[in-house]
């Protein structure tokens, strides 16, 4: 069976599974990081949103034989280490606004938050509405407004 | 209706309020001390309360006795402990007969325990009992109830044991338990003495039981009860850390998934290539169960990739013939005459006719269980409201006694009526049983709104007459789908016959379901809702689809057809539908709620051409709601173009709402509760459904089932909750909000377009918004480009 290494959250991790298994199989099944959630499988939902390389991705449309040795995921267990500090500021907006309801979205809210923010930074521009209304990440309990609140709240603090 | 056989009312004397001015009896209390290494206390569930009829004149059956009252007085004959233990590091633990999925009850128990005992909030250990057969219809999470049926008993457990603290610390001290005080888990003294919590818990213990009187607190001295209070679990949520059962790690629990058929509700005869499938990668076990094939693998994706594989003859299912429209034309020949006459003269007659499409409930934690099934025993992990009918089921199958069978209750990722079934539960015992290996079974999305519980299609009709501003009459006949309360529901009504409304009598079940919730807080003349369903041909039960309740039973459809018509008898009196509604309500809770926004939403203000306000109440489980939602149907907006998959529409771009739970334990969490039901409400009237097309629903997706998404949230929503006088007991807050939201949003709908919807969501008539997924193979394949899709 091949070998399949990469960057899990700072360290170097290797697993013997086929290439075609998705990175979220891979993460979850196998090595027990369960942060990224399974809520579709065709990346739809965007619940397993994680980083690769500092990007927002989604570990269940990417096979494990595309990573690279060096490619660098981070999930919602490593994004504390991202930042100075105990917890990522945009965690911290999302507790001080107490966003979560059930929280099962909400991993990949913060990631694909925290991503849109380094987006529009590179793009030399704030958080605009139109761009919090393309967030594809569901949330069933409704908390949009709140997550709303908080990117804003968690932008600020990323600076 | 009588009240005197309540326990709450037998322990006191026969004063009533006006003999007991201090509110002191009203306030005591029995509870026991029971043995355990450190102090433990109990309360006995039946000390929830019963509201009384506030409604002097016309009321229906939910006035008097709602499905609240309902679900309490069931718990009547049989009396059932729960338990506070006080540990040695001075924390609190409490395993709470309720189930957490989403609605904050974790930490709302904690602080009604927290007030009582003067106790931290996060030093109370609020975690889920496993199943408990001997707490019987009091270990179901569903209609509201939750904190309406708890917060008396656990204030009481909580309150019994700092009263032993206090006289334990007294001991200790050489003093008067009155002359001590609590604050943050220290007992103290006027003479600079203290003890903690914890210092005294084994000196509190004791080794036999012990009926012990309590007073609990006065609400005007309460600190935490009522003051915004963050999730307890906030942390491990936005970490990661926070647990579902897919995420557990049970020894050899590898993931299964089901090939399940292409009609919903079929069933598998054979599967054909059982050899090719068990060589498969990862692949560990094949098995067929009455659902469909089980395969367990080392991955899901591998799982995915074996179900994909599979070749099954399948037996279709009952509705295998049925579409949305021969549905609803057994709807329409099963409606429920009217029998008010048309009034002669100049009375004026409104008609409301409205379909409601089916939709699904299903969370985004997809249906998950995790059993071990082994001889004798059985084990299992899965986030369920209804634990103890899980284990019966599972008891069933196995053929072992439920005191044979663990049910360990997990968090659950949302539930919305969904979790209320144990159809995850029975699957997995089923696999775990057939393959002789413990299984970590998970839906795949495809399967959710395919093969899971939907919320009911169904019309509701209504023709009221109004003369000279007046209304004379106003009818409601609601015909549905039959809906499925074999979890718990059922039970509790049957247990509690005697107790219900005479005017049950002759109901079935779901009609008994229908008046306890139905509540049409209006002075409109004879008023009367009826609910009755379809029967299948030749069935006494109509078993074709799996159904269930959604996030309200039958209140979100109902109060929309009922407002529609409110709003079309205001335009025939001619007054604004504020007015209209003000002039009719006979509550002043709901008023107040409805003035309320109608002042903050600045109702009646100009608005360009294409946009409108609406407004809607809702009167249920012991509370009301009031909604002002602002639409914008204009083109630019409506025809927003996001990419495929992607409906806009016309946008909600403001809500304002007023609840009134009367007392509200968690403003935080409660408005919560309000802003998530409010996207419910838009996603029912406007987005969310799903077609039926020869027994195929065609949804799959997130991408399919158009829930409410970020490009659908309004700009602005504002929750306002209302505190009335005099009301010491906690309603219902979990679903509040949707059904009248969901009835503001089709009358702004109404106003912006000039033309009353008749089928909702409004989007389920035009062409499919997407292509349907693949029905044979089940599931989709997972894609690929993910790299390519970066941001």
């Known amino acids: 069976m091949p070998k399949q290494t990469f960057v899990l959250n700072g360290r170097t991790v290797t697993v013997n599974v086929n290439d075609d298994v998705r990175v979220l199989w891979v993460l979850r099944d196998l090595l027990g990081v369960t942060g990224p959630k399974y809520g579709c499988g065709i990346n739809v939902c965007k ?27 981070t999930t919602i267990e490593g994004l504390a280490d991202t930042a100075p500090g105990d917890l990522h500021p945009m965690q911290q907006a999302w507790i001080d606004l107490d966003v979560a309801q059930c929280g099962y979205c909400q991993p990949g809210q913060i990631m694909a938050a925290v991503a849109l923010v380094k987006k529009v930074r590179r793009e030399g521009r704030d958080i605009r509405d139109s761009d919090l209304d393309r967030i594809r990440n569901i949330c069933r309990c409704g908390t949009y407004v709140r997550i709303r609140e908080a990117i804003e709240k968690g932008a600020r603090a990323m600076r | 209706m009588t009240t005197d056989a309540h326990p709450h009312d037998q322990q006191l004397s026969s004063l009533d309020e006006a003999d007991d001015p201090s509110g002191l009896r009203r306030r005591t209390f029995l509870g026991w001390v029971v043995a355990g290494a450190t102090l433990t206390v109990a309360a006995d569930l039946r000390l929830a309360p019963r509201a009384e009829a506030v409604v002097p004149s016309g009321p229906q059956v939910a006035d008097l006795y709602d499905l609240e009252d309902a679900q309490t007085d069931s718990a009547l004959p049989t009396s059932q402990l729960i338990t506070i233990t006080i540990n040695t590091d001075g924390t609190a633990s409490f395993e709470m007969p309720r189930t957490e999925v989403g609605q904050g009850i974790i930490t709302s128990t904690a602080m009604i325990i927290a007030e009582e005992l003067d106790l931290p909030v996060d030093k109370v250990k609020v975690t889920m009992a496993p199943a408990r057969q001997e707490l019987a219809f009091n ?25 032993q603290l206090v006289e334990a610390a007294a001991i200790l001290f050489g003093t008067q338990a009155d002359r001590l005080i609590t604050t943050g888990g220290v007992v103290r003294d006027t003479l600079g003495n203290q003890a903690t919590y914890g210092d005294l818990a084994i000196d509190a213990a004791k080794q036999v039981v012990e009926a012990v009187e ?17 999730r307890l679990d906030a942390r491990d949520a936005v970490t990661g850390k926070k647990k579902f059962t897919t995420d557990l790690k049970i020894p050899n629990a590898l993931p299964t998934m089901v090939c399940r058929p292409p009609t919903h509700l079929g069933k598998p005869r054979k599967l054909t290539n059982p050899d090719a499938i068990e060589k498969m990668p990862g692949v560990t076990h094949v098995a067929q169960i009455p659902t469909g094939i089980a395969v367990r693998a080392r991955t899901f994706g591998q799982c995915i990739d074996a ?42 007659t409104v008609e409301t006719d409205c379909v409601f499409a089916f939709k699904s409930s299903a969370a985004l934690e997809p249906y998950a269980a995790i059993a071990d099934v082994r001889d004798g025993s059985a084990e299992i992990w899965a986030g369920i409201k209804s634990p103890i009918f899980a284990q019966n089921q599972v008891a069933a199958i196995c053929g072992i006694p439920p005191t044979s069978v663990k049910v360990n209750v997990i968090t659950g990722g949302g539930s919305f009526g969904h979790k209320l079934f144990a159809d995850h539960i ?10 002789g290996v413990p299984v970590k079974l998970m839906w795949h ?100 689809f799996s159904t269930g309740s959604m996030r309200n039973i039958y209140s979100p459809d109902v109060c929309t057809a009922a407002e529609l018509t ?130 195929r629903f065609q949804e799959a997706s997130w991408d399919n089932y158009f829930y409410t998404r970020q490009w659908n949230v309004p700009f602005d929503v504002e929750v306002h909750i209302l505190s009335p006088e005099g009301i010491d007991s906690p309603g219902g807050g979990g679903e509040a909000a949707v059904g009248s939201t969901a009835a503001a949003v089709a009358c702004a709908y109404a106003r912006a377009t000039g033309q009353v919807p008749t089928v909702f969501p409004i989007q389920h008539t035009k062409p499919l918004a997407f292509k349907p997924k693949t029905f044979i193979p089940s599931v989709p394949q997972s894609p690929t480009n993910g790299l390519r899709r970066t941001y």
Not at chain 2, 214 to 226: A, D, N, P, Q, S
Not at chain 2, 426 to 435: F, G, R
């Open chain 1, 47 to 73: 619940a397993c949103t994680s980083h690769i390389n500092g990007k927002a991705f989604n570990p269940c449309s990417v096979r494990v034989g595309d990573l690279k040795p060096k490619d660098r995921i």
């Open chain 2, 139 to 163: 270990q179901l999470t569903a209609g509201s109830n939750t904190t309406f049926s708890t917060y008396t008993p656990f204030r009481v457990a909580a309150a019994i044991a700092r009263k």
């Open chain 2, 214 to 230: 309590v007073v609990l607190r006065g609400e005007e001295k309460f600190r935490v009860i009522g003051k915004p209070q963050s």
């Open chain 2, 307 to 348: 179900v994909r594989a599979m070749k099954v003859q399948w037996t279709p299912g009952d509705a295998a013939n049925e579409s949305d429209d021969t549905i609803l034309a057994e709807l329409r020949a099963a409606e429920l005459p009217m029998v008010v006459p048309q009034v002669p003269g100049l009375a004026t």
């Open chain 2, 426 to 435: 029975k699957e997995a015992t089923e696999a775990s049983k057939a393959m």
């Open chain 2, 445 to 544: 999305r495809a399967d959710e709104p395919r093969q899971g519980r939907l919320h009911p299609m169904a019309t509701s009709r209504v023709r009221a007459t109004v003369l000279a501003g007046e209304v004379l009459s106003f009818e409601q006949r609601h015909t549905s789908v039959l809906t499925d309360f074999e979890h718990g529901f059922g039970e509790i009504l049957s247990n509690v016959a005697d107790e219900l409304p005479t005017q049950l009598g002759n109901y079935t079940l779901s009609q008994s379901v229908f008046a306890l919730t139905q509540q049409m807080p209006y002075n409109f003349g004879v008023l009367d809702q009826l609910m009755n369903e379809t029967v299948a041909k030749g069935d006494l039960v109509d078993e074709r």
């Open chain 2, 566 to 695: 409110v709003d079309k008898l205001a335009k025939v009196a001619k007054m604004d539908p504020v007015a209209f509604r003000l002039k009719h309500l006979k509550d002043e809770r709901v008023k107040d709620a409805l003035r309320l926004v109608a002042d903050k939403g600045n109702f009646g203000r100009s608005m360009p051409s294409g946009t409108a306000q609406g407004v809607a109440i809702h009167k249920e489980y012991k509370g009301c709601t009031a909604v002002l939602v602002e639409i914008d149907n204009r083109p630019a907006t409506r025809n927003r173009d996001l990419g495929p998959e992607t409906i806009t529409g016309p946008r909600v771009t403001k809500v304002v709402l007023a609840v009134d739970v009367g007392l509200c334990i968690n403003p935080r969490g409660l408005e919560a509760q309000m802003q998530g039901g409010i996207m419910d409400g838009i996603a029912l009237t406007l987005t969310s459904s799903c077609h039926l097309e020869n027994g």
